[in-house]
């Protein structure tokens, strides 16, 4: 009696795991390394040596002055041994607060170039969504997701890796348009997807 228990069991097991794959079957799956495909993409690339760049021509400006106060604080110390606490505490209060002034810059400076880079990289980062929305429609694909840092995705298998085919595309598709996608073009497909 135990054994036909379980032999039903088994059998019930196995014919809704049958049913589970005919099921997942009718869907095409894959998934994008989305930490690779950023890495890999050219228009990333070149936000990334754009931000560089600016960084390091601000970093240079800014560094001018740093050594200019860094001059004028040495020789603050020599006068200050030379002419007392007095007058020490009586002109110190300029170079403090150019110091301060110096810290102030240097902070807006980060702030301004990661507010600038940041606003690019999120327009980058929705473009390649709705490019890899469109990509998956055409070919065929019921679910694309993602892995990389933020991604939920724990395992797959390497045979639904696609991150190489879509860096190939969307590196083909920013060098022949200079863009990505037209965002508004997507739109207007997915409402007249909807209307069908």
């Excluded at 054994?3 to 014919?15: D, P, R, V």
């Excluded at 110390?77 to 240097?106: C, D, I």
């Excluded at 639904?160 to 073009?185: H, M, Q, S, W």
Aim: some cysteine; hydrophobic content about 35%; charged content about 35%.
């Amino acid at each position: 009696m135990k054994k036909t228990i379980l032999f039903i069991a088994l059998a019930l097991t196995i014919i809704s795991c049958d049913k589970k794959t005919e099921v997942s079957g009718e869907e095409k799956t894959a998934y994008i390394d989305t930490s690779k495909l950023l890495d890999e993409y050219t228009q990333a690339k070149d936000i990334e040596a754009k931000y560089k760049a600016k960084s390091e021509q601000m970093g240079k400006e800014l560094d001018l002055e740093i050594k200019n106060f860094q001059s004028d604080a040495a020789n603050f110390q020599r006068n200050a041994q030379a002419n007392g606490q007095a007058w020490a505490q009586q002109n110190g209060a300029a170079l403090q607060k150019r110091e301060q002034e110096l810290t102030y810059k240097q902070q807006a400076m980060m702030q301004q170039l990661q507010r600038e880079s940041g606003a690019e990289m999120d327009t980058l980062v929705k473009s390649v969504k709705l490019y890899i929305k469109e990509y998956g429609k055409q070919k065929g694909y019921g679910y694309i997701y993602g892995t990389g840092e933020s991604a939920t995705i724990l395992y797959a298998k390497d045979k639904y890796d696609i991150t190489e085919e879509v860096v190939t595309a969307i590196n083909e598709k920013f060098k022949k348009d200079g863009r990505l996608v037209a965002p508004e073009a997507l739109k207007t497909d997915d409402k007249k997807e909807e209307k069908k």
